[in-house]
Every structure is written in structure tokens, then in C-alpha cells.
Nanobody, 121 residues
Framework: QVQLVESGGDLVQPGGSLRLSCAAS????????MGWFRQAPGKQRELVAG???????NYADSVKGRFTISRDNAKNTVYLQMNSLKLEDTAVYYC???????????????WGQGTQVTVSS
């Protein structure tokens, strides 16, 4: 069994910063890509940032220059440093990992339960 557990969501003022963390645990053989998605009320879930096992990153245009994704492969953990937060960054943020569990022969996507980020004055 595999679990992804996020933490770090909070209420923050515009211009503030937050750091999200997501730790994968359980019967993990190998992790490929990891990433962060978000879903605001009434909107579809969207990719915020992704990172490969080798450290290559990609970002949504709306967060480029403000957010930074990183990972610690030894800890099976991915982070999202969010700076200069805006009202429109308010959403539930979900961690995603494409991984292969022990005993499996293929990779599949796993999701965390989500953490709320609210940007408000």
C-alpha cells in the first residue's frame, strides 16, 4: 500500500509565502515524476509544477518565477515553495507521484488527499 501525505497548507496574506511538503510512503519500488496540482472552487484541477526523478522541472505559466518545486529522492518527498502569493492561488493543492509499487510491473499515478491554501487579506 502506498500513501502520499501533504502538509503546509494555510491561510496567508497576498505577497506572503508558504512551503508545501508531500511524503510518499509504503511499498514503493521506484518513483518517476512527482508534481503538484491545484483545484479552485468551480474550476478543473490544473498542473502547477512537476519534477522528474532527475530533477528537471516544469511550471504553469501563472506560477513561473514565484513557485519552486524540488524533491528529496532519499526521503521520497516533494516540496513546493510558493512566494509572492496572489489571491488567485487560493485552491486545494494535491500532490501527485507516478510510481511503481513493490510487486508491480508498471507505473501508475497516486494522489494525496489535498491541502488547502487560502490567500486572503
Amino acid at each position: 500500500q502506498v500513501q502520499l501525505v501533504e502538509s503546509g497548507g494555510d491561510l496567508v496574506q497576498p505577497g506572503g509565502s508558504l512551503r508545501l511538503s508531500c511524503a510518499a510512503s509504503g511499498s514503493i519500488f521506484s518513483i518517476n515524476n512527482m508534481g503538484w496540482f491545484r483545484q479552485a472552487p468551480g474550476k478543473q484541477r490544473e498542473l502547477v509544477a512537476g519534477i522528474t526523478s532527475g530533477g528537471s522541472t516544469n511550471y504553469a505559466d501563472s506560477v513561473k518565477g514565484r513557485f519552486t518545486i524540488s524533491r528529496d529522492n532519499a526521503k521520497n518527498t516533494v516540496y513546493l515553495q510558493m512566494n509572492s502569493l496572489k489571491l488567485e492561488d487560493t485552491a486545494v493543492y494535491y500532490c501527485n507521484a507516478r510510481l511503481r509499487s513493490i510487486g508491480s510491473t508498471y507505473y501508475r499515478d497516486y494522489w494525496g488527499q489535498g491541502t488547502q491554501v487560502t490567500v486572503s487579506s
